[in-house]
């Protein structure tokens, strides 16, 4: 992969350099699971371009809940949610894996989606744009996008595969809609696991201090 490249997302032109290539590593290694070098340095650019076209310097910076008036973790950040996810969804696999043969599963593209299931949250989850859709709801909606539709919009333009594309469309409510396929099947059920847990012990935060600023 070049030392950079320019992309164009959401009508801005981006410049993903190594540095940025890194921070993104850096919060979630995972990526580095990714057997396939394209496939991986896929992810990581996706989320680099994702990061550089919102108002967010860094994943972490994200409000870490499941939907942003939800409640937030006490601890933690959005990238230790698709981490935890990540490694949740390959326990299932490998757990099929080992006691159904007939059961297969594409690895690495269980462990992409599931860290770019949540990549449009740099879109409904970005500050300027709560604030700008709670001045005036009516305009173009509050949020004008959920985070999955907006996390195609990334995928696609950045040249995911469509399988790494639909978990991101589909993890939530939206896949109700269609036939999740396995790997999505897995993402989702340990998606809600994740946030169902963290309720069952108590990793909520009492107060919201992201509400009160926006």
């Not at 989606?113 to 740099?122: A, E, F, S, T």
Request: glycine residues 8%; proline residues 5%; negative net charge.
């Amino acid at each position: 992969m070049p030392a950079s490249r320019s992309v164009v997302l959401n009508g801005r032109t981006i410049t993903i350099d190594d540095a940025a290539r890194r921070r993104i590593v850096e919060e979630m290694p995972e990526i580095l699971w990714i057997g396939d070098q394209a496939l991986r340095d896929g992810v990581t650019d996706a989320w680099a371009a994702a990061i550089a076209s919102s108002s967010l310097a860094r994943i972490g910076d994200m409000k870490p809940s499941g939907n942003y008036d939800s409640k937030p973790l006490a601890s933690g950040t959005q990238a230790d949610h698709m981490r935890s996810v990540t490694r949740m969804a390959l326990k299932i696999a490998e757990e099929f894996a080992a006691l159904f043969p007939a059961f297969t599963y594409d690895r690495d593209i269980l462990i992409a989606g599931c860290l770019c299931h949540d990549i449009g949250k740099v879109w409904e989850f970005d500050p300027e744009n709560v604030k700008r859709w709670k001045a005036d709801p009516r305009k173009v909606g509050m949020p004008s996008l959920r985070h999955p539709g907006y996390g195609i919009h990334i995928c696609l333009t950045m040249g995911l595969p469509e399988a790494v594309a639909h978990m991101a469309a589909a993890h939530s409510g939206e896949g109700e809609l269609l036939v999740r396929s396995k790997e999505n099947t897995i993402l989702h059920w340990a998606d809600y696991t994740f946030w169902r847990v963290v309720e069952a012990g108590g990793l909520f935060a009492e107060t919201d201090p992201w509400l009160d600023q926006a």
